[in-house]
């Protein structure tokens, strides 16, 4: 079964920390684009940051701002997103995702219509972030 299962959400005080996991499966891990996006209520669905897992290739967007890495371990078929200097406007429901194909080269859109379904292809059930001040 092709899936992505998400882990490691929470709630967190401002400048805390927090680890999201993302088990893949079903595909070719290894020679993918996976990713993180993540929407607040209210909010578009926005990029936060990709990773080729073929040449370990990162993305992070512009409110990332050095706080957030995103790592893999191909022998788990995980990618994780360590996430640093948490701050209230990071709080928004996580989602992974992953290019099986690397139809998009990893040049993944910023801002999709949806989290959670259609592109880039799959996606993880979700985990919340919350960031209390």
């Known amino acids: 079964e092709v899936q992505l299962v998400e882990s490691g959400g929470g709630s967190v005080q401002a400048g805390g920390s927090l680890t999201l996991s993302c088990t893949a499966s079903?595909?070719?891990?290894?020679?993918?684009?996976m990713g993180w996006y993540r929407q607040a209520p209210g909010n578009e669905c926005e990029l936060v940051s990709t990773i080729s897992t073929s040449d370990g290739d990162t993305y992070y967007a512009d409110f990332v701002n050095g706080r957030f890495t995103i790592s893999q371990d191909n022998g788990k078929q995980t990618v994780y997103l360590r996430m640093n200097n948490l701050k209230p406007e990071d709080t928004a429901e996580y989602y992974c995702?992953?290019?099986?194909?690397?139809?998009?080269?990893?040049?993944?859109?910023?801002?999709?219509?949806?989290?959670?379904?259609?592109?880039?292809?799959?996606w993880g059930q979700g985990t919340l972030v919350t960031v209390s001040p």
């Open positions: 995702a992953a290019d099986s194909f690397r139809m998009y080269g990893g040049g993944w859109k910023t801002v999709v219509d949806i989290c959670g379904r259609g592109y880039p292809g799959l």
């Open positions: 079903g595909f070719t891990f290894d020679d993918s684009d």
